[in-house]
Nanobody
Framework: QVQLVESGGGLVEPGGSLRLSCGAS????????LAWYRQTPGKQRELVAR???????FYTDSVKGRFNISRDDAKTTVYLQMNSLKTEDTAVYLC??????????WGQGTQVTVPS
């Protein structure tokens, strides 16, 4: 059972930056897919960014050019660098790790608030 803990959320002015971190209780499997989602009340959870084990990345259109997903060399932490933040980026951000396309683990989420 992989435990995931997000951190780095907070209140930031429009145009500002935050870096979210997701720490894992064990080393990511070499075939793990790492992802960040976000959720706002009344809306479906949205995939924001994904990093596959082969290095392939995906970003939802609204964050392309502003967000970057990465992981550390120790393979225990996944990051989401968020720049040029907008009001519409306000959400709870959750990390997800999928091991060998079979086992999926979620963190508890971290709140990001960008006031209007």
């Amino acid at each position: 059972q992989v435990q995931l803990v997000e951190s780095g959320g907070g209140l930031v002015e429009p145009g500002g930056s935050l870096r979210l971190s997701c720490g894992a209780s064990e080393i990511f499997d070499s075939l793990a897919t790492l992802a960040w989602y976000r959720q706002t009340p009344g809306k479906q959870r949205e995939l924001v960014a994904r990093l596959r084990s082969d290095g392939d990345t995906f970003y939802t259109d609204s964050v392309k050019g502003r967000f970057n997903i990465s992981r550390d060399d120790a393979k225990t932490t996944v990051y989401l660098q968020m720049n040029s933040l907008k009001t519409e980026d306000t959400a709870v951000y959750l990390c997800k790790v999928v091991i060998r396309d079979i086992w999926a683990y979620w963190g508890q989420g971290t709140q990001v608030t960008v006031p209007s």
